[in-house]
Each structure stands twice: as C-alpha cells, then as structure tokens.
C-alpha cells in the first residue's frame, strides 16, 4: 500500500530554519505532483509548495516564497521542504500529499499523517 511518512518537525523561535521530509513508500512518484500542505487551527488546508517530475516544474504559495524550498531525492524516494527564515503564521501541522493537481489540496488522494512546526516570535 502507498505510504507517506513525515518527519523533521518541531519548536522554533522566529527566524530559525527546519527541514521537514516525507519518505513514500509504495509509490512512484516522478509523473505526479507531490506537494507540502499546512493546516493551522481553525483554518483551511493550504498549499505550501508542490513538485512535480522530479523538480521540472515548482509552485509556490506567495507567503513562503523565498523562504521555502521544496526538493526531492529520488534514489530515496524522499520529499523535502526547507524552511528558512520562519515566522510565527507559519505555525501548523505540516503534511505531505501526492496524486494531485500544483497546490490544490482538494485533488490529492494520498496522505501523510502530519508533523507539528511551532513557531515562536
């Protein structure tokens, strides 16, 4: 069954760096689109930032642009997302997802279970 773990989460102060990853198992990804998704309470799923082909084409929401990068290591099968210069908004619980459409959380089909970023100003 396909599987996607994520893993890299934790407590920051503002202006700190994490590197989140997401090891997919089960899954091939490299013709589809994988994606980093966020979820503060009270709010709606949000795109992060989405990869497709193993890297040829890259999407960005406008308030990590910059700040986030996401890459993939395909002899891993693993998904990352650097992040840089952290603010306390990006406070969330971050998941991986794969199967869908650029940073559309709606159209995906395949989850992570999610890793917790707190951001402390």
């Known amino acids: 069954s396909v599987q996607l773990v994520e893993s890299g989460g934790g407590s920051v102060q503002a202006g700190g760096s994490l590197r989140l990853s997401c090891a997919a198992s089960?899954?091939?990804?490299?013709?589809?689109?994988m994606g980093w998704f966020r979820q503060a309470p009270g709010k709606e799923r949000e795109g992060v930032a989405a990869?497709?082909?193993?890297?040829?084409?890259?999407a960005y929401a406008d308030s990590v642009k910059g700040r986030f990068t996401i890459s993939q290591d395909n002899a891993k099968n693993t998904l990352y997302l650097q992040m840089d210069s952290l603010k306390p908004e990006d406070t969330a619980m971050y998941y991986c997802?794969?199967?869908?459409?650029?940073?559309?959380?709606?159209?995906?089909?395949?989850w992570g279970q999610g890793t917790q970023v707190t951001v402390s100003s």
């Open positions: 997802a794969a199967g869908g459409r650029v940073l559309l959380p709606a159209t995906y089909n395949i």
């Open positions: 089960g899954y091939t990804y490299r013709s589809y689109w």
């Open positions: 990869v497709y082909s193993g890297g040829t084409l890259t």
